[in-house]
């Protein structure tokens, strides 16, 4: 599970790649996604677990959805 500092780590990488792009789209999705991770690193640890459960749940029910139904 995410922590805090691993959103915080994975901002800064990502606006590290954003500062090398010649693509400004592309560079401005990249900064979108390091403010995403920046949001997430400030939220309280209790809050991330209960925040990573809920995508856990989420990301599940997707999948379930393309496996074929038993008979």
């Not at 994975?10 to 990249?30: E, G, T, W």
């Not at 979108?32 to 991330?48: G, I, Q, S, V, W």
């Amino acid at each position: 599970m995410p922590s805090s500092k691993y959103y915080s780590v994975q901002a800064k990488v990502l606006l590290m790649l954003m500062l090398a792009m010649r693509d400004d789209k592309r560079a401005a999705r990249v900064e979108a996604k390091a403010r995403e991770y920046l949001a997430l690193a400030d939220l309280p640890d209790d809050d991330l677990r209960k925040l990573n459960a809920i995508l856990e749940e989420f990301n599940n029910s997707q999948l379930r959805k393309g496996q074929p139904r038993e008979r």
